[in-house]
C-alpha cells in the first residue's frame, strides 16, 4: 500500500490574537501557515516542520 492511502496526522490551528505589533518573522510566520485574519484556521499535516512554526508563535495561535 502507498502512503497515499493511509491517514495522514493532522493539526488544527486557529489564530487568535493578531500578529499586528509582532516580530516580522513572526507575522511571516502566521502566513507561511497560510493563516489570515483573526479566527482563519487551517487543517495542515503533523510534520516537525510545522511543529516548529507553531511553537515559534505558539502565543498567536490555538491548536485544536
Same mark, same amino acid.
Given at each position: 500500500?502507498?502512503?497515499?492511502? /493511509? ?16 516580530? /516580522?518573522?513572526? !507575522?511571516? #510566520?502566521? !502566513?507561511?501557515?497560510?493563516? !489570515?485574519?483573526?479566527?482563519? &484556521?487551517?487543517?495542515? &499535516?503533523? #510534520?516537525p516542520?510545522? !511543529? ?13
Open positions: 500500500m502507498s502512503d497515499t492511502t /493511509q491517514d495522514k496526522k493532522t493539526l488544527k490551528v486557529r489564530l487568535v490574537k493578531s500578529p499586528i505589533g509582532c516580530k /516580522q518573522s513572526h !507575522r511571516a #510566520t502566521v !502566513r507561511g501557515l497560510g493563516l !489570515r485574519g483573526v479566527n482563519s &484556521e487551517r487543517v495542515l &499535516e503533523d #510534520t516542520a510545522v !511543529r516548529g512554526m507553531i511553537n515559534k508563535i505558539a502565543y498567536l495561535v490555538l491548536v485544536v
